[in-house]
């Protein structure tokens, strides 16, 4: 394709989305993401060569909350490697996002590293024995140097609001700790989470950012090695598995991409070899996923053919 014709193509993908825009639910259980406005939408597409295409409010930042969890686990695994594995497990959990009844079974070991409580569990780890605001900053650099944009920050008062919100994470925190499956205390852990969930970043932004996960883990732009190779595609396998609630399967089945969706209505798609997509609509479906994102990225696998299964 040439430029033109990416840029018709999201273009096409706005038209796709309009007769679907303002629908959808903004979830209540954050204060602050209950204000967002249902009729926004922006996609961005990066290339290999950093060529960006966008429409729509791609320029609008928003909250990462869960799509944070894709980076804390890429760092997390390099600093504890596959010790990781010792602390959370690899298996879609086909339950809400922030359900507490597996922990029971299984012992305080969540199910994978893309539900709130295995997101958890991956933050501490990543904390080790440095600190919260140690790993906080961490991660903020690494948005920083990978999307090129050095004014991303935190949404601190979202932070503060969620964190004042937060009996269900509390609650999974507490149980995980319960289980000894926790190396610093529950509050200075949840204070990280919160204000990793509340980096707020545009679809343009973010796209950048994770545009190393479709090239092995290599920056296509700066040849810079973020990631091992092997890393970088299990962060796929675990997001075509994992990164959609209980409704990953069907996310698979529709876009064919691997891909992590998030509360605030963000969802990131990774087309390896290709480039990434960040979409961002705050009204969910009710599984929890973006309703106009998702129509979007359906609607850009049929433009396409794009896919993992070809
Ligand atoms: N910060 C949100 C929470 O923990 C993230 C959830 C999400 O994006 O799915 O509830």
């Given at each position: 394709m040439s430029e033109t014709d990416y840029q018709a193509l999201v273009d096409g993908i706005l038209s796709d989305v309009q007769a679907y825009r303002g629908q959808g639910t903004?979830?209540?259980?954050?204060?602050?993401?209950?204000?967002?406005?249902?009729?926004?939408?922006?996609?961005?597409?990066?290339?290999?060569?950093?060529?960006?295409?966008?429409?729509g409010d791609a320029d609008q930042p928003f909250t990462l909350q869960s799509i944070?969890?894709?980076?804390?686990?890429?760092?997390?695994?390099?600093?504890?490697?596959?010790?990781?594995?010792?602390?959370?497990?690899?298996?879609?959990?086909?339950?809400?996002v922030n359900s507490i009844v597996q922990l029971e079974l299984e012992k305080g070991k969540p199910r994978n590293p893309l539900i709130s409580a295995g997101a958890i569990v991956v933050t501490d780890q990543l904390i080790g024995t440095r600190g919260a605001d140690a790993a906080v900053e961490e991660l903020l650099a690494f948005l920083r140097e990978r999307s090129g944009e050095?004014?991303?920050?935190?949404?601190?008062?979202?932070?503060?609001?969620?964190?004042?919100?937060?009996?269900?994470?509390?609650?999974l925190a507490h149980f995980i700790a319960a289980f000894g499956n926790m190396l610093n205390p529950v509050e200075e852990v949840l204070s990280a989470y919160y204000r990793q969930c509340s980096v707020a970043m545009t679809c343009r932004q973010l796209a950048r950012a994770a545009l190393f996960?479709?090239?092995?883990?290599?920056?296509?732009?700066?040849?810079?090695?973020?990631?091992?190779?092997?890393?970088?595609r299990r962060t796929n396998a675990l997001m075509l598995t994992c990164g959609h609630y209980d409704v990953s399967g069907d996310f698979a089945f529709r876009v064919?991409?691997?891909?992590?969706?998030?509360?605030?209505?963000?969802?990131?798609?990774?087309?390896?070899?290709?480039?990434?997509?960040?979409?961002?609509?705050?009204?969910l479906n009710t599984a929890g996923t973006s309703l106009v994102g998702s129509v979007a990225l359906e609607s850009l696998a049929e433009r396409t053919g794009w896919s993992v299964f070809v």
């Open positions: 903004v979830p209540n259980y954050i204060p602050a993401l209950a204000q967002a406005d249902p009729n926004k939408f922006g996609i961005a597409l990066v290339l290999k060569d950093g060529s960006t295409y966008a429409a944070s969890y894709i980076f804390t686990l890429s760092l997390a695994l390099h600093h504890v490697k596959g010790a990781l594995w010792n602390h959370v497990g690899r298996e879609p959990s086909g339950s809400p050095e004014g991303i920050g935190i949404d601190e008062g979202l932070a503060m609001s969620e964190s004042r919100a937060g009996a269900f994470n509390r609650s996960l479709a090239f092995d883990g290599v920056d296509p732009r700066t040849g810079d090695t973020v990631t091992v190779a092997s890393r970088s064919g991409l691997p891909g992590k969706s998030a509360v605030s209505g963000g969802i990131l798609a990774i087309v390896p070899g290709t480039g990434a997509v960040v979409v961002w609509s705050p009204g």
